[in-house]
């Protein structure tokens, strides 16, 4: 078969004479307490089958109220992304059959998106290893329901679990103009930040919070027309998106060249193997038999309400960016790291309220507290020090008690273990405020010196790398609490007598 064997046979300059098209359909399951048109939770994790009322299973009677709440995320995700905001809006009935639908139907936005056009900036590297900056533009964004989950056990047998069947969510559609698997991630890595700098959805792709569909399709290069797409379904990491689409050029452009067709088709992608195969034929729009669901009324957005949002949004990546670089005066560097979390930038001018150290505050989340973060950790806001400790052992420094490596190295695994202790104490009962009496220290250089006399004779013949040794046993009978600074001025003068 040739989908099977494409991997091995395409030649890199065959792929060379081909371009990849690309549109990407991205689900965000929106953060609400309760579902779209049920006032079940909406919470993840929770025993299967427990969040389902007698609307989520689609009972006869029952009747949808839609939950504001999800439009306000929709909306503000338009706006983030300059989209059109539609005031009139319907929810008409997506008809197909599937067990984990128990209504039926999907209720879903089909001509009457909640945001129309617009676009998400991004930043990637070209074949070339250049940068490029560009725009993917969004073809719409519309609210819909989440399904069910079917959990097959690879034998025979099924099983359902109703608890996301009626879980908001937003589907991003973009038009079809990423050109390749690096921009797709670009766009992802995007969209991920921007849900979660708005608090709409986690971005969780493990968990299905945030998933996506890869319509793919190749042309020679020139060509204007587009070929024939297949679509990709529910990818949940970024990484595999990537994989998905570098398979899938190099299948198609094996089957074009061979003499074949593309079909249109779902597929899916296998992590293991690294290649798509054939799921089913793509249904066609007219399957769905989309019409307006006559048991809810239209939702209309209107400019009251609108500007209400507009109020409320949270600020954007890029304002977040721009805060830290002129407010906090960090380098580009710094803010453009910082800011690419939100939750690291969050904690940064949690502490930056209690120090006006920024820089120092900048250093230690990059270094000290970055290295102690899982991703999980991350997410869960869960720092391995509070924004009040971390000001306070910023201080400690600050003051010249300590120095940065005591500081990192000794206080703050301590505090770490003992968060109910303070820097002060921690440095205090290790012995670690820096020694910076002048006439203990000279006594500790003199101490040295005098146990070293052959070494004092090298150094003074010459050696100056010695120095450091003196530094270090210094250093070792002050147990750590001497200021290097000092300790380093004063060996030196007591060595610049001749010999
Ligand atoms: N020739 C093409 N090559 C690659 N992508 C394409 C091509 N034509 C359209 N697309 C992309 O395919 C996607 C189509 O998504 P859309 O939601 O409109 O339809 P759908 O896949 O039929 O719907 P659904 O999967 O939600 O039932 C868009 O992202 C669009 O940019
Ligand atoms: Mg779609
Ligand atoms: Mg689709």
Redesign the pocket.
């Known amino acids: 078969m040739v989908s099977e064997t494409a991997e091995k046979t395409v030649s890199a300059a065959v792929l060379a004479n081909y371009e990849l098209?690309?549109?990407?359909?991205v689900h965000c399951q929106l953060l609400t307490a309760t579902k779209i048109f049920a006032a079940d939770s909406n919470q993840f994790g929770s025993e299967p089958n427990t969040n389902i009322s007698v609307i989520t299973l689609g009972h006869p009677g029952t009747l949808p109220k839609l939950n504001r709440k999800a439009v306000e995320l929709a909306v503000r995700m338009g706006l983030a992304c300059q989209s059109a905001i539609t005031s009139y809006n319907l929810f008409a009935r997506k008809n197909y059959f599937y067990p984990d639908l128990p209504k039926g139907y999907q209720l879903s936005q089909d001509k009457t998106p909640i945001c129309v056009g617009g676009g998400v900036p991004v930043k990637f590297k070209d074949a070339d290893g250049q940068v490029v900056e560009k725009t993917v533009f969004l073809?719409h964004i519309h609210l819909e329901e989440d399904a069910g989950k079917s959990i097959h056990d690879g034998d025979w047998h099924t099983v359902l679990d109703y608890n996301r069947a009626g879980t908001p969510l937003i589907?991003m559609?973009?038009?079809?103009?990423i050109r390749s698997a690096e921009e797709a991630a670009a766009y992802l890595t995007e969209v991920r930040r921007l849900v979660r700098y708005l608090d709409i959805c986690d971005g969780n792709m493990e968990e299905g919070s945030l998933r996506c569909?890869v319509?793919?399709?190749v042309r020679l290069w020139g060509e204007e027309e587009?070929?024939?797409?297949v679509?990709i379904k529910n990818m949940n990491s970024i990484r595999n998106v990537q994989r998905a689409i570098e398979s899938e050029l190099r299948r198609q452009v094996e089957t074009i060249e061979t003499g074949g067709t593309i079909v249109q088709e779902t597929r899916m992608f296998d992590a293991t193997t690294g290649l798509t195969h054939g799921m089913r034929m793509?249904e066609t729009?007219n399957d769905?038999r989309y019409f307006p669901d006559p048991d809810l009324s239209p939702v209309l957005v209107s400019d009251e309400w609108l500007a209400e949002i507009r109020a409320n949004m949270p600020a954007l990546p890029k304002e977040r960016h721009d805060k830290l670089l002129n407010h906090y005066g960090l380098p580009e560097y710094d803010a453009a790291l910082l800011a690419d979390v939100k939750e690291l930038a969050d904690y940064f001018e949690a502490v930056s309220q209690l120090t006006t150290n920024y820089k120092a505050v900048s250093n230690w989340i990059m270094g000290p507290v970055k290295a102690q973060l899982s991703e999980k950790s991350l997410r869960d806001g869960q720092f391995p020090l509070s924004a009040e400790k971390l000001a306070e052992l910023i201080t400690l420094v600050d003051s010249g008690k300590v120095s940065f490596s005591t500081a990192s190295q000794r206080i703050f695994p301590v505090l770490i273990e003992h968060p109910e202790k303070s820097p002060e104490q921690v440095a205090q009962e290790q012995n670690l405020v820096q020694n910076s009496n002048t006439d203990t220290l000279q006594a500790l250089v003199d101490e040295v010196l005098a146990a070293w006399p052959d070494k004092v004779k090298e150094y003074k013949k010459g050696k100056k790398g010695l120095l450091g040794l003196f530094v270090g046993e210094v250093m070792k009978k002050s147990k750590g609490s001497a200021d290097p600074k000092l300790t380093n001025e004063l060996l030196q003068k007591s060595l610049s007598s001749p010999l």
Not at 173 to 177: G, K
């Open positions: 098209v690309i549109g990407l359909e073809h589907e559609v973009t038009d079809p103009v569909d319509n793919v399709s587009f070929g024939t797409k679509e793509k729009m769905y």
